[in-house]
């Protein structure tokens, strides 16, 4: 059956095939190492609402992946996603505060800005992932914290080699890479935090300046308030380059999708969210087992980590109607890119605002643009991205 560190080929272009297959031959399917890759909707949807007897704290998982005295180790337990209260609730409310209404509406002509601005500076032919999608994310959550624009080139690869060690299979140089890519982080992160003590913000708008504030006040620790600064900066980025790639792409395909979306903009909102069930950018979570459960008649061991397939999730008939299809009005779309329960990405309506804007400007800007040859995906199996997505502007 499926094994997570050595997928089947073409799982990488396109593993809707399997996932289908789990959600009705295994859908709870035991690995090698004893963990357990859980595909159905209505699994996952209880799994995320029980935070008793399911963890998402992995210092138990990643100890022996990473070694306890590793960079990696240190900020992968420490960031927002893989904690529990007390301490995810510490830095959930700092984020959540930070991410406001208000700041978001501030945020959007910025952002619009922003956008038009890389538009202007496309030629005919351009590769959409660095220039376009890649680039979106990296300004605008620099802006989030603050971050000189002129010192913003090396965040993208630390962010990819950072979430890249997050894959279930590891090589001792992406191993290498990662752990050094956190230490040049907190490096370069030094300067820029004990500037923003000095020299505060309005910490209503400026997340940073509200992130020292909680450590000022005992609400963080210094660890904590490095490592989920760049935690902020990772999780923002990658997911959202994803959002958009994926989306042109989508687009690209499905011509009658995008003619209708150029008819029809005001479906951009409910589009967005189709395009994050269609093509999660985050394929997969985890959660670990407190206590020995059944689920389908599977015995799950207390302490079994479990990979929660989110790509499989959010393509379950079971929740939604013609799930393969991509429904530009679809109602309701309660799907799982977010996650879901107390773990609810924090950045949702950002995220979701950044594709609304960059995917409805590039549109209304080349309505026919064309993807070339020499698309390639990241090769990833825990995010789904590109690496490269080549196009022709008209």
């Known amino acids: 059956m499926f094994n997570l560190t050595a997928p089947p080929e073409g799982f990488h272009e396109n593993p809707y095939p399997v996932y289908r297959q789990l959600r009705e031959e295994a859908p709870v399917c035991r690995q090698a190492d004893g963990s357990f890759v859980i595909s159905r909707y209505a699994d996952l949807d209880m799994i995320y609402r029980d935070t008793k007897r399911f963890l998402s704290d992995k210092k138990q998982v990643f100890a022996p992946k990473y070694g306890i005295e590793s960079p990696l180790y240190e900020h992968h337990t420490t960031s927002l996603v893989f904690n529990d209260p007390p301490l995810h609730t510490r830095v959930r409310k700092v984020m959540v505060g930070a991410l406001n209404p208000r700041a978001l509406a501030q945020m959007e002509p910025g952002l619009i800005e922003m956008v038009d601005r890389l538009l202007d500076g496309m030629q005919n032919e351009v590769e959409l992932i660095e220039h376009f999608a890649g680039a979106i994310p990296i300004e605008l959550i620099g802006n989030l914290l603050g971050i000189p624009a002129d010192a913003r080139e090396p965040l993208r690869d630390w962010s990819l080699a950072i979430l890249g060690a997050l894959e279930p299979a590891l090589t001792p140089e992406q191993l290498a890479t990662g752990n050094q890519a956190v230490t040049d982080f907190l490096t370069y992160l030094r300067d820029i935090i004990e500037d923003r003590r000095r020299n505060p913000l309005d910490p209503a708008t400026d997340v940073l300046t509200r992130l020292i504030q909680a450590d000022d006040d005992g609400g963080l620790t210094d660890v904590e308030l490095y490592q989920n600064c ?46 994050l069930r269609m093509e999660s950018p985050n394929q997969f979570g985890n959660r670990l087992t407190t206590e020995g459960i059944t689920l389908h008649g599977t015995k799950i061991p207390a302490g079994s980590d479990l990979h929660l397939c989110i790509g499989a999730a959010n393509r379950d008939p079971a929740q939604f109607d013609d799930p393969d299809r991509l429904k530009l009005d679809r109602r309701p779309n309660k799907h799982h890119a977010f996650a879901g329960g107390a773990h609810t990405c924090v950045g949702a309506t950002l995220a979701r605002m950044e594709g609304r804007v960059a995917v409805g400007r590039l549109l209304h800007r080349f309505p026919n643009y064309t993807l070339t040859t020499g698309a390639k995906r990241a090769g990833r199996i825990r995010f789904r991205g590109f690496e490269r997505l080549p196009a022709i502007l008209t």
């Open 230 to 275: 760049i935690f902020i900066l990772n999780a923002g980025h990658e997911t959202t380059t994803n959002l958009i790639g994926n989306t042109l792409a989508l687009l690209d395909q499905d011509r009658a999708a995008r003619a209708e979306l150029l008819a029809r903009p005001d479906l951009i909102n409910t589009a967005v969210d189709e395009f």
